[in-house]
């Protein structure tokens, strides 16, 4: 009797994770048909797995993101949709947060609202792409949930675009056949297509579409940084935050058309493919075994795929020569970094020798240079140098070009920052692309702090043990975010930030305290002279 009881108790218990709570004036009618959603358990308003595009599958594979049909009655939003096709993750690593559906059906976003919100309210946007290399990544993500930035008042918005082949693939026969003489960038269209929709209905859910921000990271804040150039993104927003990432570590470049191209005639031959029809027929887990993986310890094939090309469409020119030509979106940037992502042989010397013998090779006759502006003298030092070298050699660089070439060409603007908290590691805990001792402030430490969504890693296993200040860092990040999106300006009253300028380069370290730090003008300008040392792929990892 006891057995039965305690399995009544435990039935009952699963039960009460799942009962929806209906939101009080559903449906919100939409351009496209009524959705309704459901009260999540802090009183946010959740509006999950909405379709924003057509399918991309069959005859639509390779294909810029066509009108959804509209449908009668009301769409369910109770659920979050399956992530782009893509290689899944191992069950040991630090970003696992449980199996996802994959699926080529993939075009969907979530809506996350205060629970107050009402059409008319008016109430500031953010939108977040997330990264992954170009290969993988989800808008299902539990580090990339809206609920907690909600929960504060902003209306947040993720969504689902095309990853690796089926994201990026440029092919002759595709840019015949394409209206606009273009193919590949099909991930950025996708982007595009979602912050039309934005445009379109968030109104309807409480969000003012003239206060939209969008915010990306790693792979994400390369694609923010090309919907600032994009011609095709003009007016969909009022401000950009990168973390991680953009157009700029190469100086605002990207490969031609005819380039990419020959991407896929490898990736037809491979296939033994007759024609761009043939290859819409192969199953998409055939074509994902062609393509090299790095970004969750994954092998595959020798193809590796993902990124922009000048297209004609979504890129008429490179990000430099837009910017030149003042075709680029002139709105408000924020850009950073985390403290301890780049990684290069000046990081991983181990001593004073290997960290000289690094520089020469790097640097050539320019190496005396480098060794006084990062001067070390133990091996102690040459360490924490080479840290600092490959740090400024890569990702604050590139914020650092961003800034200049965005004050240079347009009048908005710009604010910088570095995030260097270290994740509170619980003792002993292992996780199997990180050493917890050393790790630092990695490549996407800061996001859980931006979105209030340090417990996603906590879900599947104990990682972390948050103190109080961790989530005091986190509300005043959000906050930040939030005040962007409202005003253009993200300073708030806890939190004073100023705007980069070429007579004053300083920028906001979110750490241990939040600080305005000057930046290193020298040995940046010395970086900026020489380029990006090759990176390893830790420093591309979602």
Known sequence: MKKIALLVAAVSAAGAQIVETPVPGDPVALDSGRVAGKILANGVKAYLGIPFAAPPVRELRWREPQPVKAWKGVYNADRKAPECIQVLRPHNINHYFGEEPTSEDCLYLNVWAPGSARAGSNLPVIVFIYGGGSTIGSSGMALYDGANVAARGAVFVNFNYRVGAMGFMAHPELTERSPHHQSGNYAYLDQVAALEWIRRNIARFGG??????????????????????????????????????????????????????????????????????????????????????????????????????????????????????????????????????????????????????????????????????????????????GHTAAREGMVERGARNWAMVHTKYGAAPVYLFQYSRVHPYIPGVVIADQDTATIGAYH????????????????????????????????????????????????????????????????????????????????LDFMAAHGAPQATPRAARD
């Open 208 to 385: 003012d579409p003239a206060k939209v921000i969008i915010s990306g990271q790693s792979a994400g804040a390369s694609s923010v940084s090309l919907l600032q150039a994009s011609p095709l993104a003009k007016g969909l927003f009022r401000g950009v935050v990168a973390m991680s990432g953009g157009a700029w570590g190469n100086n605002g470049q990207a490969p031609k058309l005819q380039d990419a191209e020959k991407t896929g005639v490898k990736i037809q031959e491979a296939l033994k493919a007759k024609s761009v029809e043939e290859m819409r027929q192969v199953p998409a887990d055939r074509i994902l075994a062609l393509q090299e993986e790095f970004q969750v310890g994954a092998t595959g094939g020798a193809i590796r795929i993902g990124g922009a090309n000048v297209d004609g469409y979504f890129l008429p020119e490179t990000p430099a020569q837009l910017f030149a030509g003042h075709k680029q979106n002139d709105v408000a940037v924020i850009a950073g970094f985390t403290h301890d992502e780049s990684s290069n042989s000046l990081r991983s010397a181990k001593n004073l020798e290997e960290y000289r013998a690094a520089a020469q090779k790097l640097y050539g006759k320019d190496a005396e240079l480098f060794l006084k502006l990062y001067a070390a003298s133990t091996d102690a030092e040459a360490r924490e140098m």
């Open 444 to 523: 996407t430490s800061d996001v859980p702090y931006w979105f209030g969504t340090q417990e996603a890693l906590n879900l599947i296993r104990p990682t972390r043990k948050w103190t109080e200040y961790d989530h005091e860092l986190s509300q005043k990040m959000t906050a930040a975010l939030i005040a962007f999106a409202n005003t253009g300006d993200p300073g708030t009253p806890a939190v004073k930030w100023p705007r980069w300028t070429a007579q004053n380069e300083q920028l906001l370290e979110f750490g241990d305290k939040i600080q305005v730090l000057p930046m290193n003008t020298p040995r």
